[in-house]
């Protein structure tokens, strides 16, 4: 006797789990057939109800694979969809921590930047009220390194220039 169950059951591409359960105290068999992909982390799987089917022995043979096909593919196609979601909204969550640490590290970066930008003018401003003009301009940021105040950078270098060399013509 050869049958073709596991062969139709591989053919169906089912990578998961398959309980079947069978009753046959009488002269139909009632059997009952239950789907889980692997894995499914999405706890709502476990509420899908089994399928189940009875009737002659004769009859469950011809009639089995096609009668499970469909709502097979509709149980496998709710549990992919599912544990898409559950991937998506996972990427979704690392997605937005990620977006948080970078708009983070921006606004720290920003934050470093005004406080060496600030610090410089402080020196310089010192400089410049004791006198020292020249070393007030060296101190003086590159306007490019700070494109945010290269305006205010390139008149206060010329207030100090004027200060130490004054114009000959």
């Keep these: 006797m050869e049958s073709t169950f596991f062969k139709q059951l591989a053919a169906l591409e089912a990578k998961g789990s398959w309980t079947i359960q069978l009753d046959n105290s009488t002269d139909e068999i009632i059997m009952s057939v239950l789907f889980r992909r692997k894995p499914c982390g999405d706890r709502a799987v476990k509420i899908i109800p089994a399928f189940n089917l009875n009737g002659t022995p004769e ?3 011809q009639l089995f ?3 499970i096909r469909k709502p097979f593919a509709a149980n496998n196609e709710l549990q992919t969809d599912m544990e898409h ?3 998506q909204m996972e990427e979704a969550r ?3 921590a990620m977006e948080k640490e970078k708009a983070a590290a921006e606004a720290k970066a920003k ?3 005004k406080k060496r930008y600030e610090a410089a003018m402080k020196t310089v ?3 410049a009220k004791e006198g020292k003009y020249r070393e007030a301009w060296m101190k003086c940021p590159d306007p490019n390194d700070f494109p945010d105040h290269a305006e205010s950078i390139r008149k206060r270098r010329t207030e100090l220039s004027e200060k130490f060399a004054p ?3």
């Design 85 to 87: 979601y559950l991937k």
């Design 111 to 113: 934050e470093e930047k």
């Design 65 to 67: 694979f096609d009668t």
């Design 94 to 96: 690392k997605q937005s």
């Design 167 to 169: 114009e000959l013509f």
């Design 59 to 61: 009859t469950l043979d």
């Design 125 to 127: 401003d010192e400089l």
